[in-house]
């Protein structure tokens, strides 16, 4: 039987990608592989986010280039994702190793791309011409915690951003078609629903104009599913509806993931955000007041052209303001055909590394002091497996999204819910040990 391997860069969107194009291998009779080496077909499901994301992906493509089979032939070695999307042209051009080129609105097109190579033809699948999704055609991965995409795309203009190209306008799913996905999810073992778009929030059903409110209230309400996540939001889309919502269903997660990107209203109007930094207070108050236990997460750039110490210092200040449990920081990365990459007052690459390690310094501390806050409580985890932190040590994550390494028992499955009283802590991760014994410490699943 032939054999695929798929590799994946980028964000969650790209993780579910990558299912569905193991969903169309798989459909196609192909198995997986353990490693690319050993793979007839090869896939690089690629992230153009930033520069160094795809200069990865093309020295990846060089390692790649000497694959053969038994019989001497080039193995297929498909480009897809954003970086296919976004400089696929050129790279297939410059590199004969690249079979085929699919982009993120052609997943299901594989199928045409491996005929197509096998008749010596090298197809471009790319744009956003008829975009299809077929939810049944995913490779869902054995697990407990499973993604859906809710709104494809993204409608947003911020000037650093490759993404509306790389993957299209947005496109909302109808959610009579989501609710029954993720019913079929949590009737097959799904515990943790996570509904993925650029900006969740703006999401509207195209078939009967409901809301992300709406659409929460009737997934929340599946049978069966002990926690219900939404990224990526962004501030401009929290109505009323949603910070009821957000109060009301117990079911939701307490992780919330909110990019504020800069803490300045200057350096936010250069990035075209379409926000000022006491708009995003106001939406992260709104938000505690209605669910106290909130843990927010974001994303942050420094170094965005024109950014000067004061601006950072704001950066700085609305990060010990708001006390985020987690932060992903990145350092402006000037994005070929970006409104950004065209701006003068570039910052130096040392002032921009200087002012990252600062950043990653304050969240640092503040991380440490909320999980050690977390130490002497009991907290629901979902059971991940096995932690490579040693033996008889498991590992979860808990409703908020914090991820919790503790002392359980033999026997403990991934998928499985159980009661952690927390020990320990460190910036990155709560040490516990699982509350009760065996059959004594479980708590039983949701009807
Ligand atoms: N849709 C999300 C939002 O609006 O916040 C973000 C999606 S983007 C794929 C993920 C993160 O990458 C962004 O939040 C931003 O912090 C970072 N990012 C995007 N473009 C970047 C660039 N040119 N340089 C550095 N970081 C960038
Ligand atoms: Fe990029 Fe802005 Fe869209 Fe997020 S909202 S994907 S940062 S353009
Ligand atoms: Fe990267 Fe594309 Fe996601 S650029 S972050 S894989 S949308």
Redesign the pocket.
């Known amino acids: 039987m032939r054999s695929y391997f798929v590799e994946t860069w980028g964000c969650q969107m790209n993780v579910l990608d990558s299912q569905r194009l193991e969903g169309v291998l798989q459909a196609r009779g192909l198995c997986p592989a353990a490693r690319a080496e050993e793979a007839d077909v090869v896939l690089l499901n690629t992230c153009a986010v930033r520069e160094k994301s795809v200069q990865k992906v093309v020295s990846r493509l060089g390692e790649l280039r000497r694959l053969r089979d038994a019989n001497g032939l080039p193995r297929v070695v498909g480009l897809c994702g954003c970086v296919a999307e976004q400089d696929g042209e050129e790279l297939l051009r410059r590199l004969p190793v690249v079979g085929f080129l699919l982009g993120p609105g052609h997943v299901e097109d594989l199928g045409v791309a491996l005929d197509a190579w096998e008749d010596g033809q090298r197809a471009r699948r790319t744009g956003f011409d008829a975009p299809s999704f077929d939810p049944g055609l995913i490779a869902r991965p054995d697990s407990a915690r499973q993604f859906v995409t809710v709104i494809h795309g993204?409608?947003?203009?911020?000037t650093?951003?490759?993404?509306?190209r790389t993957?299209g306008a947005e496109a909302s799913r109808p959610m009579p078609e989501i609710v029954a996905e993720v019913e079929r999810l949590a009737r097959h073992g799904a515990r943790e629903i996570t509904l993925l778009g650029?900006?969740v929030n703006a999401y509207r059903c195209p078939t009967t104009g409901a809301d992300l409110a709406q659409l929460l209230h009737a997934v929340c309400g599946v049978a069966g599913l002990w926690s219900v996540l939404f990224i990526?939001s962004?501030p401009r889309y929290f109505t009323p509806r949603l910070l009821r919502a957000v109060g009301e269903l117990p079911t939701l997660g307490t992780y919330l993931h909110m990019?504020f990107?800069a803490g300045s209203d200057r350096i936010l109007r250069r990035m075209a955000?379409g926000y000022s930094r006491g708009r995003y207070l106001d939406v992260v108050a709104r938000l505690r007041e209605a669910r106290p236990d909130l843990s927010f997460s974001t994303?942050v750039i420094v170094g965005f052209p024109g950014e000067g110490d004061a601006d950072f210092e704001e950066t700085l200040r609305l990060v010990e303001e708001v006390r985020f449990g987690q932060l992903y920081g990145f350092v402006f990365s000037a994005r070929r055909g970006t409104a950004a990459a065209a701006l003068g007052d570039r910052v130096p690459r040392e002032v921009a590394k200087a002012r990252i390690e600062r950043l990653f310094a304050v969240q640092g501390e503040i991380q440490l002091a909320l999980n050690r806050a977390l130490v002497g409580r009991v907290v629901e985890v979902l059971v991940d497996g096995p932690s490579r932190r040693g033996a008889g040590r498991w590992q979860g994550r808990g409703r908020d999204n914090r991820v919790v390494n503790f002392d359980g028992w033999a026997g403990l499955t991934a998928g499985q819910l159980i009661r952690v009283e927390i020990i320990g802590a460190s910036a990155h991760a709560l040490l516990g040990r699982a509350a009760g014994t065996p059959g004594g410490g479980e708590r039983p699943l949701p009807a």
């Not at 993204?154 to 911020?158: E, S, T």
């Not at 650093?160 to 509306?164: A, M, N």
């Open positions: 993204c409608n947003q203009r911020c650093y951003c490759v993404v509306p993957r650029q900006t990526t962004h990019p990107q955000r994303d």
